[in-house]
């Protein structure tokens, strides 16, 4: 079973043969090892994954690479957590990436806000705006039956 490292903290100005360089003397254990760079001017956007064979060898770079210092930056080097499906138990269209470019919806893929009413007891309004409320009470009400 393979697992991912997350790779953080690194220089914007890294490039991709310089941060495969720093897992060099590992390369037998390592599966793959990917930067992260931005879509639209491909700087490193400050972090990357390296995946390993093992949970043992994962362990052992976490201790070995954490804290490391890689052009004036510490390396934060931790387990990654698993990516969250979107859908989580449904229906997954075949996509491998989860659906997460929102192809075509119109909020981008987002999921709609959520809006609860507040609980019966939590309506009082804060004491220390009471008085500020009454007043704009007042006037809206005067407002509204001068129209």
Do not use: H
Not at 3 to 10: D, H, P, S, T
Not at 28 to 43: F, H, P, Q
Not at 59 to 69: A, C, F, H, P, R
């Amino acid at each position: 079973m393979s697992v991912r490292l997350y790779i953080g903290n690194l220089p914007r100005d890294l490039e991709r043969e310089e941060f495969e360089a720093v897992f060099s003397e590992d390369v037998d254990n390592i599966v793959s090892v990917k930067l992260i760079a931005d879509r639209k001017t491909g700087k490193c956007r400050g972090f990357g994954f390296v995946t390993v064979k093992t949970d043992e060898i994962a362990d052992t770079l976490v201790s070995k690479y954490n804290g490391q210092s890689l052009q004036d930056a510490t390396l934060k080097v931790e387990k990654a957590m698993p990516r969250a499906k979107e859908n989580e138990g449904g229906n997954n269209s075949g996509n491998a990436s989860g659906n997460r470019k929102g192809g075509g919806k119109r909020n981008g893929g987002r999921k709609p806000a959520t809006y609860s009413s507040p609980a019966p007891e939590s309506t009082q309004p804060d004491p220390r705006w009471a008085s500020d409320l009454a007043k704009l009470k007042e006037m809206l009400a005067a407002q509204t039956t001068a129209s």
